[in-house]
């Protein structure tokens, strides 16, 4: 493909790890030119304001400069011709990811941070006349479960984090998919997160026992205007899961 015609990106993180991760994914792929990467907020900046990426996929916490701050510069300086940002942060905190918003990013995913799933949001924003009620309708279904998640104590740097939110929006969309959890949302999951089925359920229960171990049951119950849940009676993962969509659906 010519060099022009590629969709370019640039990476900034200061895990190198993460780093080569993604940047090895998008250069073994011919639509696609990672044009720089680095870990330092102003060498970021510059980088970008130099390369004019059509992307910029952005840790928010950056040596010299947080990617809040490169994200308003890149708006100033190059107005229509900035970037789309999105941010892949352990920030997962809801007040981050209204800011992100407010500031204007195109998109917030939360790590670990899946090559396959940042290729999926990077397609779907390069045609936005096709897919702006779609994103708009998954960034705020995003941030309900998240909050949801935060507030009864499941972790976002653990796995299970990640395999329920997945969960919940299937739920949401096929609500028929909770009667058919080992054979169809736990496979659909694991082919997306290129694990296996069993590993889905485990990381699943585990996240499920950290909320519970946490003592936040109140909380789970508040949001949901009942008391349904006591210290001993951890839901499985069908029951939270159907807990959460449920809810979500109500909600519009």
């Known amino acids: 493909m010519d060099k022009e015609n590629k969709i370019k990106i640039y990476l900034a993180d200061t895990d190198t790890e993460q ?16 044009v720089g990467k680095n870990s330092n907020g102003e060498q970021v900046l510059a980088d970008v304001l130099e390369t004019k ?59 670990p941070l899946s090559p396959e799933n940042l290729e999926e949001r990077i397609i779907d924003l390069s045609h936005p006349e096709e897919i702006v009620k779609i994103n708009d309708r998954d ?38 998919i909770i009667a058919s959890i080992t054979k169809k949302l736990y496979p659909t999951i694991a082919e997306k997160f290129s694990t296996s089925s069993s590993k889905v359920e485990r990381g699943m229960r585990h996240a499920i026992e950290v909320a519970w171990n946490r003592g936040k049951i109140e909380n789970i119950n508040n949001l949901f205007g009942l008391k349904i849940y006591g210290s001993n009676d951890k839901p499985t993962n069908g029951e939270l899961i159907a807990l959460i969509a449920d809810k979500m659906i109500m909600e519009g």
């Open 19 to 34: 780093l080569s991760k993604i940047e090895n994914y998008f250069s073994d792929k011919d639509e696609y030119l990672i």
């Open 53 to 111: 990426p059509d992307f910029l996929i952005s840790e928010v916490l950056l040596g010299g400069m947080d990617g809040f701050k490169i994200l308003q510069s890149c708006k100033q300086q190059l107005g229509e011709k900035a970037p789309k940002v999105i941010f892949a942060s352990n920030l997962s905190h809801a007040g981050f990811i209204s800011k992100a918003m407010k500031e204007g990013a195109s998109y917030f995913m939360v790590k």
């Open 139 to 176: 960034r705020q279904l995003d941030e309900k479960i998240s909050n949801i998640f935060i507030s009864i104590g499941i972790p976002a740097h653990i796995k299970g984090y990640q395999f329920l939110r997945e969960a919940v929006k299937l739920a949401v969309d096929e609500p028929d």
